[in-house]
């Protein structure tokens, strides 16, 4: 990967400029940065390898070169899609489910809100920041970082969930540029449809572990668990608890875990 070949590969795509490092802390940082310099909407940053990349919950993520897509897209939300925020995180779990099906015929799964999985493994993880100036959004960057080779695989020990590569998935090599393209292109066709009911039913159709029971825990909170039945229009997980009763727990600093 370098910047030339990245050039070929984006082509045609509304990107209007990208930066390409072979090695950086975090293409998310890079992106903020980007964002208060003005970049404008589609700007992308790709890198080979993150020595300081970032997950959710303050975790870290690790990129090592050569085996895995680690990449921040800027993206300047317009009226409509200031109502439905919070769906850039699921936004870009449906790209990558998207790409993954029709690029390489894999059936992957969105563990809620944005994890994706593959065998039940989670092989990509999506990282949404917005840079707010007082009370104006500035804009919204969807960090994405999937795992293709199997040595982009953390070991096991270092793990709070099991974790795949989309070459394991897939048993054969996978070229990371073109698979970079699919995301991107899904990306930008599903953004213009995130107030749709299809966009809704995409992301539910692929919901992991339905009928399954799950613990959800919340920072300072009761853990719930239950079955999981369904996500709500507002993006809400449902889930049917050991009476019967159904509960919506809404995105935010909630943990979902599959119960033994
Ligand atoms: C998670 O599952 O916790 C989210 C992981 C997000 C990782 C990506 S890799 C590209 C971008 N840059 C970062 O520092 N993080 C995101």
Same mark, same amino acid.
């Given at each position: 990967?370098?910047?030339?070949?990245?050039?070929?590969?984006?082509?045609?795509?509304? @990107?209007?400029?990208?930066?390409?490092?072979?090695?950086?802390?975090?293409?998310?940082?890079?992106?903020?940065?980007?964002?208060? /310099?003005?970049?404008?909407?589609?700007?992308?940053?790709?890198?080979?390898?993150?020595?300081?990349?970032?997950?959710?919950?303050?975790?870290?993520?690790?990129?090592?070169?050569?085996?895995?897509?680690? +990449?921040?897209?800027?993206?300047?939300?317009?009226? *409509?899609?200031?109502?439905?925020?919070?769906? +850039?995180?699921?936004?870009?779990?449906?790209?990558?489910?998207?790409?993954? /099906?029709?690029?390489?015929?894999?059936?992957?799964?969105?563990?809620?809100?944005?994890?994706?999985?593959?065998?039940?493994?989670?092989?990509?993880?999506?990282?949404? /920041?917005?840079?707010?100036?007082?009370?104006?959004?500035?804009? $919204?960057?969807?960090? @994405?970082? $999937?795992? @293709?080779?199997?040595?982009?695989?953390?070991?096991?020990?270092?793990?709070?969930?099991?974790?795949?590569?989309? *070459? *394991?998935?897939?048993?054969?090599?996978?070229?990371?540029?073109?698979?970079?393209?699919?995301?991107?292109?899904?990306?930008?066709?599903?953004?213009?449809?995130?107030?749709?009911?299809?966009?809704?039913?995409?992301?539910?159709?692929?919901?992991?572990?339905?009928?399954?029971?799950?613990?959800?825990? *919340?920072?300072?909170? /009761?853990?719930?668990?239950?079955?999981?039945?369904?996500?709500?229009?507002?993006?809400?997980?449902?889930?049917?608890?050991?009476?019967?009763?159904? $509960?919506?727990?809404?995105?935010?600093?909630?943990?979902?875990?599959?119960?033994?």
């Amino acid at each position: 990967m370098n910047a030339q070949s990245l050039e070929n590969v984006l082509a045609g795509l509304p @990107i209007p400029h990208f930066r390409y490092f072979d090695t950086i802390g975090s293409t998310n940082d890079e992106a903020l940065r980007w964002v208060a /310099e003005g970049a404008e909407d589609g700007c992308l940053v790709v890198a080979d390898q993150q020595t300081q990349g970032r997950g959710r919950f303050q975790r870290r993520w690790v990129t090592r070169p050569g085996c895995a897509l680690a +990449f921040s897209l800027i993206l300047h939300p317009i009226k *409509e899609e200031m109502n439905h925020i919070g769906f +850039f995180s699921p936004l870009g779990a449906l790209a990558i489910s998207q790409a993954l /099906e029709d690029a390489l015929g894999l059936a992957p799964q969105i563990k809620w809100p944005n994890d994706v999985l593959l065998d039940r493994q989670k092989a990509a993880g999506i990282l949404v /920041e917005a840079a707010w100036l007082g009370e104006v959004l500035q804009g $919204v960057v969807i960090g @994405i970082g $999937v795992n @293709i080779a199997p040595e982009a695989v953390p070991p096991a020990d270092e793990l709070l969930f099991p974790a795949t590569s989309v *070459e *394991e998935a897939a048993k054969r090599t996978v070229d990371r540029e073109t698979l970079l393209r699919s995301i991107l292109q899904a990306l930008f066709a599903w953004r213009s449809q995130i107030s749709s009911e299809s966009f809704h039913q995409a992301w539910e159709q692929r919901l992991a572990f339905q009928n399954e029971w799950v613990r959800i825990e *919340e920072a300072g909170g /009761e853990p719930i668990t239950g079955q999981v039945v369904g996500i709500d229009t507002q993006g809400s997980l449902i889930i049917k608890n050991a009476t019967g009763k159904t $509960v919506a727990v809404a995105v935010g600093d909630v943990h979902l875990r599959l119960m033994e």
